[in-house]
């Protein structure tokens, strides 16, 4: 395999058994696991959001990261707070855990040594952080596991590029906003439902507000499902999103 393999040709699920073994043997030794939702983003995109944008963040990363391959997308998370919202599947916390125990545990089996977990919707960063130490635990300790779990960061290279792309970096709330809406136009544009666009909520989240989401649901602070403001999207800001996040994550792994 050449370090200049397309995305396609790292995924492990695209790949036969004596495929992923000569990569483990020509040094491919790390390996990234995407995490995704299929939850509500507002009226105007689908519901697989979330795991299309750990799809194409995965494929941006292997290439930054070099000698990666990509495990295939864990695409339901922890969503219990968009349940309220039709079409929202959610995994209880024990549940998303087990999964990526077996799936840390299998790729240690096979020769991984640098197994990396970052999703796309930031709603699993909090469970990934608690569950770190046990996924730790559950692999020899040569192999080396890590989680990226930084939501301030993950939002503040958001509003960056989208200012940077000319759009509005207070439109980024962080759900079906201008950020994920654009991400989608880049994406997945046919998915988009134009003339749904609707203005949620607007500015930063108080600790009060985020506890009270937690507990009752996203519609105990925006009744449509949005945090932010999808108007102003394009794809441009999507391609400068995705960019922007891929080099965060690709950044923080690769220390």
Same mark, same amino acid.
């Given at each position: ?74 695409? !339901? /998370?922890?969503? #219990?707070?968009?349940?309220?919202? =039709?079409?929202?599947?959610? &995994? *209880? @916390? $024990? ?76 439109? !980024? /709330?962080?759900? #079906?906003?201008?950020?994920?809406? =654009?991400?989608?136009?880049? &994406? *997945? @544009? $046919? ?65």
């Amino acid at each position: 395999m050449a370090e200049s393999a397309s995305p396609e040709e790292v995924r492990l699920e695209l790949m036969s058994f004596e495929e992923v073994s000569t990569a483990l043997a020509q040094g491919y030794l790390t390996v990234l696991i995407p995490c995704g939702a299929i939850e509500q983003h507002g009226p105007h995109l689908p519901l697989c959001m979330d795991a299309d944008h750990a799809d194409a963040l995965a494929a941006k990363v292997a290439r930054h990261l070099g000698r990666t391959l990509i495990a295939p997308t864990i695409r !339901v /998370g922890c969503s #219990a707070h968009h349940l309220a919202l =039709s079409g929202t599947i959610s &995994l *209880r @916390p $024990e549940t998303f855990e087990a999964i990526c125990l077996d799936y840390c545990t299998s790729l240690a089996r096979h020769g991984f040594k640098r197994i990396l977990l970052f999703s796309g919707h930031i709603g699993n960063f909090p469970v990934l952080r608690d569950m770190l130490p046990r996924l730790r635990h559950g692999v020899p300790p040569e192999v080396e596991i890590d989680a990226f779990c930084d939501s301030i960061a993950w939002i503040d290279r958001w509003r960056n590029a989208v200012r940077d792309a000319g759009g509005d970096p207070n439109a !980024v /709330g962080g759900h #079906a906003d201008i950020a994920e809406t =654009s991400l989608m136009m880049r &994406l *997945r @544009p $046919e998915s988009v439902r134009l003339d749904r666009f609707e203005v949620g909520h607007l500015g930063a989240l108080s600790e009060e507000q985020l506890e009270l989401m937690w507990k009752r649901g996203i519609q105990s602070v925006t009744r449509n499902g949005i945090i932010g403001d999808p108007h102003g999207s394009t794809a441009e800001i999507g391609e400068r999103c995705l960019a922007a996040i891929a080099n965060l994550l690709a950044a923080s792994f690769g220390k």
